[in-house]
């Protein structure tokens, strides 16, 4: 009997140890499934697996073929070509009147075969052609403003994510000083409670308390609902399906340093702007244009090559076929000498689009210039918010720690530790909130300078 209890129990032994790793193993899993990001993760994702992204860095390589193709026009081109004729009926050819006699007084003879094949390699190559050449300039202009907008679309969705992280952290926040007011409001509920059952408070205190509890349930509700859709958003950017469970390295106070190293004085350079920066390589793509019409009027110079395999026969015996071969070689001039007007109206137009752009420039210019300093406006503003708020959370704890002693000892009322915590809870929210406001519009305010990206030694990476 004992045996077999001894077995019994080694067996359950052995069952629970087959399960207990997995169970680690499990546990372990779900915790490496969760992606924990930061804001510079966040950012490295977006810029890899986002769509709009994508499809810039595709243009990029549309344009460079585009530029391939240009150089191509360059190089020699070889063209073979080869044709079969019956004639059904044969072309005859008119005779003079004194030589029909000859011919049974027929003033007409038929020439040729009833056969006729021809075949031929021929080749092309341009000499002196300005208007490729003009071409091919206007085609590298083109790749700048690719890179351009890849460029700008980098620094656009860098904004969109950074503000997507930030109300992420805001709303994760929120949450937490609201769940925080709640742990403060049963806290408060069970200690009146203990003095209720023990004489030391009245039963209207127990009844309010409970309501500040209740009060505050659905305001925490309401605030995981925020987090939950803020997080989504920032999924739909990182390209992220929505079943990844994510968590964040960071909260509003690990930008702090960012916070205080603030520049004292807004920059003016707006040469960096992805705008501003597209309308000047506009401009050399109209004087490109300009040229490349420019170009048209000038003449063009072309050498080509031609070897030809010809021959006749009323025949099929091909081994019996005489081939000729001959080869053609030359040069081709073309000089343009009237087009009725069309390359005068051409640059006419040109030059109207250039004017239009210089003021579409200027007019640009000033309403970056107003989106640089309003950016900076709202940080000063939320600088000045951060400070108040900061003060106003230290004050509004001491009055909450003073309420909430009053309040045991007697000498308080719970009306005046209700509005402790009602007031701390919002000092809270107001540090979080001001927080928020400076960030966002620093992100603003590094998008309309365009510093994020280094213009000048931007590349789109290779695949």
Not at 67 to 72: P, T
Not at 98 to 115: C, P, R, V
Not at 179 to 187: F, I, T, V, Y
Request: glycine share 4%; charged share 25%; proline share 3%.
């Amino acid at each position: 009997m004992k045996m077999v209890c001894k077995r019994t129990i080694l067996g359950l032994l052995s069952f629970i140890l087959t399960l207990f790793p997995l169970t680690v193993n499990a546990q372990v899993s779900e915790v490496n499934d969760t992606l924990v990001l930061t804001l510079e993760k966040s950012i490295e994702i977006a810029l890899s697996e986002n769509p709009t992204i994508k499809v810039a860095d595709k243009e990029i390589k549309r344009v460079d073929y585009s530029r391939k193709e240009a150089w191509s026009n360059l190089i020699p081109s070889v063209v073979a070509s080869g044709s079969y004729s019956r004639n059904v009926r044969k072309p005859v050819m008119f005779l003079p009147e004194d030589m029909s006699a000859g011919f049974g007084g027929k003033n007409t003879i038929e020439i040729g075969y009833d056969n006729s094949y021809s075949a031929s390699v021929s080749a092309s190559m341009p000499l002196f052609n300005l208007s490729l050449f003009r071409n091919i300039q206007m085609t590298e202009v083109e790749m700048k403003s690719a890179l351009e907008k890849a460029r700008q679309s980098r620094i656009n969705m860098i904004n969109e994510v950074e503000k997507a992280y930030f109300n992420c952290l805001l709303a994760n926040d929120s949450y937490n000083v609201l769940h925080r007011s709640l742990q403060n409001a049963k806290e408060n509920y069970n200690s009146i409670q203990r003095m209720y059952k023990q004489g030391a408070a009245a039963e209207y205190d127990v009844i309010r308390s409970d309501v500040q509890v209740r009060n505050i349930e659905p305001s925490l509700t309401q605030a995981a609902n925020s987090r939950e859709m803020a997080v989504l958003m920032l999924k739909i950017l990182l390209g992220l399906d929505n079943d990844v469970p994510i968590k964040f390295a960071q909260d509003l106070s690990t930008f702090n340093e960012l916070i205080d190293n603030m520049p004292e004085k807004p920059l003016l350079d707006i040469s960096n702007n992805p705008d501003v920066r597209q309308l000047d390589i506009q401009k050399m793509l109209i004087d490109k244009q300009f040229d490349l019409t420019r170009a048209t009027r000038y003449p063009t110079l072309s050498a080509f090559l031609r070897y030809q395999f010809q021959t006749e026969a009323n025949d099929f015996e091909f081994n019996e076929y005489q081939w000729v071969k001959p080869v053609v070689a030359g040069v081709q001039l073309q000089i343009p000498i009237f087009s009725g007007f069309a390359k005068r109206y051409q640059e006419k137009q040109l030059a109207v689009s250039k004017e239009q752009l210089s003021f579409q420039r200027e007019d640009l210019e000033r309403q970056v210039a107003v989106s640089v300093l309003n950016a900076y406006r709202s940080m000063e503003a939320a600088l000045d918010k951060i400070e108040s708020a900061k003060a106003a959370v230290y004050q509004a704890q001491r009055g909450y720690d003073i309420a909430q002693k009053r309040y045991q000892t007697g000498a308080g009322t719970l009306l005046e530790l209700n509005d402790a915590e009602v007031a701390l809870t919002q000092a809270r929210l107001n540090l979080n909130q001001a927080r928020y406001d400076f960030l966002t519009a620093h992100a603003e305010y590094e998008k309309n300078l365009g510093i994020k990206i280094d213009a000048n030694s931007f590349l789109i990476p290779e695949d």
